[in-house]
């Protein structure tokens, strides 16, 4: 099966800039995770997905991100503006839902804010 | 809230030899644990996957063990490579969304 598409690979822009970043999931994977990995720590949570419902965005900071999942399918995280410490490789990630599944990750974007 | 810790931060060992990286998590309501590999620049991949229910799980050199009372899991390498360098992640899914939750990873330089 194909795996989780994400594009583009590497961005770099200046603070205060917008930029979206762009994830297709395994086909028929019904949730869908955004993760922030910061140089030198794990990934951490910034939303989830079930369908095209937000399930958890407890950690996403409302005022500069925004994510959203039309159709269910792919997801677009958007950063507006930027600062310097969005520099990160940003994660999206897959699984079909079920609390027994594993999880499946794309490649990363990673983003360098200067 | 979970956490999830790992032990070493960094280990860097001869080739040949037997290896364990150390992953302990605070609540031991879990539904699986993950382990995945990450090289420099990378995304993750997934090495073993282990339910609840399950002690231990392998796949080729590699042996992940689960200790859920205890709230411990263990990834045993045997025979190391050079190729093995990288940073190895645990995280464990939980809670009510079934979120998985990482570690800060150890990283594995093997040295020829």
């Known amino acids: 099966e194909a795996g989780v598409a994400q594009s583009p690979r590497y961005k770099i822009i200046e603070k205060r800039q917008s930029v979206a970043f762009w994830c297709n999931p395994i086909?028929?994977?019904?949730?869908l995770y955004w993760y922030q990995q910061i140089l030198g720590q794990g990934p951490k949570l910034l939303i989830q997905?079930?369908?095209?419902?937000?399930?958890?965005d407890s950690q996403l900071p409302k005022d500069r991100f925004s994510a959203e999942r039309l159709k269910g399918v792919d997801s677009t995280l958007k950063i507006q503006p930027a600062k310097l410490e969005d520099s990160a490789v940003y994660l999206c990630?897959?699984?079909?839902?079920?609390?027994?599944?594993?999880?499946?990750f794309g490649s990363g974007t990673r983003l360098t804010v200067v | 809230k979970q956490e999830v810790t790992q032990i070493p931060a960094a280990l860097s060992v001869p080739e040949g030899e037997n290896l364990v990286l150390n992953c302990s998590f605070t609540d031991s309501a879990i539904y699986n644990l993950q382990w995945f590999r990450q090289d420099p620049g990378k995304g993750l991949t997934s090495l073993l996957l282990?339910?609840?229910?399950?002690r231990e799980q392998t796949s080729g050199r590699l042996n992940a063990s689960l200790d859920k009372s205890s709230g411990r899991s263990t990834l045993y390498i045997a025979a190391s490579q050079p190729g093995d360098s990288a940073t190895y992640l645990c995280a464990v899914r939980a809670g009510s969304a079934r979120q998985l939750t990482f570690g800060s990873g150890t990283q594995l330089t093997v040295l020829p």
């Open positions: 086909s028929g994977h019904a949730t």
């Open positions: 997905f079930q369908n095209n419902g937000v399930v958890d």
């Open positions: 990630a897959s699984s079909r839902g079920l609390e027994f599944d594993g999880y499946t």
């Open positions: 282990i339910q609840s229910s399950q």
